[in-house]
């Protein structure tokens, strides 16, 4: 799977990730967000998936910002 990163900030909680269901990601989903520069790692949950991006909303306090890394969780469902 291709590097995923955040590629649009829709405001402090809600912002689209660089994959969608072509690259196999799935509503509920939960992603870690990775900044590296600041060394923190969030949470967030996948609320909508379109062709090829996805929108999320995070889960934990620390901000996001445009360019952070993504990582998918292993999804659950069978």
């Known amino acids: 799977m291709k590097q995923l990163s955040i590629i649009r900030l829709l405001d402090e ?11 196999g990601v799935h509503k509920g989903q939960f992603i870690e967000v990775l ?4 060394s923190y790692k969030n949470l967030a949950q996948v609320i909508e998936v379109f062709d090829q991006y996805t929108m999320c909303k995070k889960l934990g306090k ?3 910002f445009f360019g952070d890394t993504v990582r998918l969780r292993p999804c659950r469902n069978s």
């Open 35 to 38: 900044n590296p520069r600041r």
């Open 62 to 64: 620390s901000k996001v």
């Open 13 to 23: 909680e809600t912002f689209f990730i660089s994959a969608g269901s072509n690259e």
